[in-house]
Nanobody, 127 residues
Framework: QLQVVESGGGLVQPGGSLRLSCKVSGDYLDYYTIGWFRQAPGKEREELSCISKSGKGTQYVASVNGRFTISRDNAKDTVYLQMNGLRPEDTAVYYC????????????????????WGQGTQVTVSS
């Protein structure tokens, strides 16, 4: 049983930056693949990035590649999403999710089954 809590969202101007955090707690037997997702009003939820167990494997969707960076600190049970160069179209609720069934130290977008989700944190990019 795992708990997932996102934090770090807020209101920023276009071109600004935010760092989101995803804290995972519970009865850990292993480190897991983590994914960041977002959902804007009227749009389908999309996966933005994933990070493998050790942090060595990362992937990004094209729309955020070069602007967002995913990282993790397993000693703190925390995954981060550094978001730079934010645009109004980045406005959404951002979610963190855990895949407890990943076998290898890799991740692929749309390649994991996520069983634990946080409640989301709102990111608004507006002038």
């Amino acid at each position: 049983q795992l708990q997932v809590v996102e934090s770090g969202g807020g209101l920023v101007q276009p071109g600004g930056s935010l760092r989101l955090s995803c804290k995972v707690s519970g009865d850990y037997l292993d480190y897991y693949t983590i994914g960041w997702f977002r959902q804007a009003p009227g749009k389908e939820r999309e996966e933005l990035s994933c990070i493998s167990k050790s942090g060595k494997g990362t992937q990004y969707v094209a729309s955020v590649n070069g602007r967002f960076t995913i990282s993790r600190d397993n000693a703190k049970d925390t995954v981060y999403l550094q978001m730079n160069g934010l645009r109004p179209e980045d406005t959404a609720v951002y979610y963190c999710a855990v895949s407890p069934t990943t076998l290898y130290d890799v991740c692929e977008l749309s390649g994991s089954q996520y069983g634990y989700w946080g409640q989301g944190t709102q990111v608004t990019v507006s002038s």
